[in-house]
């Protein structure tokens, strides 16, 4: 390595003295390049051995602390193994699935069953609640017909189960709440003909009379029994007859 002189501008090697052989004016020189070449050699070879050092130590901790599983997997061995697991856990959820149902009858698939939805949740959650809400509609009206004899007339409608119509005598509600509208926002439609009620819901399209209509289920009469109890029959003569 050569030195330029800042006063002669010449090029001339490293001196111990520090000065210019040719204009003979001393300068600064860095301590680094007054050794000798051997020693210049060793200080490089030592710092390339730490960090030789300090990059292994980093890829141990590394290793032992997040790469760990991804060494474990490394192994053909152990992979094998976990490629059976996952299959066999695929199998295992594929089967379950295929168990389950949605509202509409068709079979879950794997991501429906695991998320709990049903693909066209959509559709098969209002039928769900629509379903709930027609039942306890049932129930409600059971109720009225036990207290009041019979059951709201179709004038009446739904709001007897609610307000007291003038002439429900014995009635004993409100028997729900508050009378909201099916999930898609339109009214229970509700009719009496003869003693038989009719209680159902248009569905999806809104339109009376077509396939998608959701009419509502048995009441729940476990549930009627219990809160409204049947009076005990009469006990008969002690004595009995001739």
């Not at 020189?29 to 710092?47: C, N, Q, V, W």
Request: hydrophobic share 30%; proline share 9%.
């Amino acid at each position: 390595m050569k030195l330029r002189c800042p006063y002669c501008h010449e090029t001339f090697e490293p001196q111990p003295d520090s000065a210019c052989p040719h204009c003979g004016k001393v300068m600064m020189i860095p301590t680094r390049l007054k050794r000798s070449p051997g020693e210049l050699k060793a200080i490089s070879e030592r710092k390339l051995d730490l960090r030789r050092r300090r990059r292994h130590a980093t890829k141990q901790l590394t290793g032992s602390t997040v790469s760990g599983w991804f060494s474990f997997t490394r192994s053909p061995r152990y992979f094998g193994i976990l490629v059976v697991v996952f299959v066999l856990l695929g199998i295992l959820l594929a089967t379950q699935a295929g168990r389950r149902h949605t509202g509409s009858g068709r079979r879950m698939t794997v991501v429906e069953w695991l998320t709990g939805s049903a693909g066209s949740g959509e559709v098969t959650s209002p039928l769900r609640r629509v379903n709930e809400n027609l039942g306890a509609l049932r129930t409600a009206l059971e109720l009225f017909h036990k207290d009041c004899g019979r059951y709201p007339s179709t004038r009446e409608n739904l709001a007897a189960l609610i307000r007291q119509p003038r002439s429900a005598t014995g009635w004993r509600g409100p028997y729900i709440k508050a009378l909201w509208p099916d999930p898609w926002k339109r009214p229970y439609r509700y009719g009496l003909d003869e003693h038989m009620i009719r209680l159902s819901s248009d569905g999806p399209d809104g339109r009376l009379d077509t396939g998608d209509d959701v009419f509502a289920p048995p009441p729940d009469m476990t549930m009627v029994n219990q809160l409204r109890p049947p009076p005990e029959a009469d006990a008969g003569p002690a004595g009995g007859t001739r």
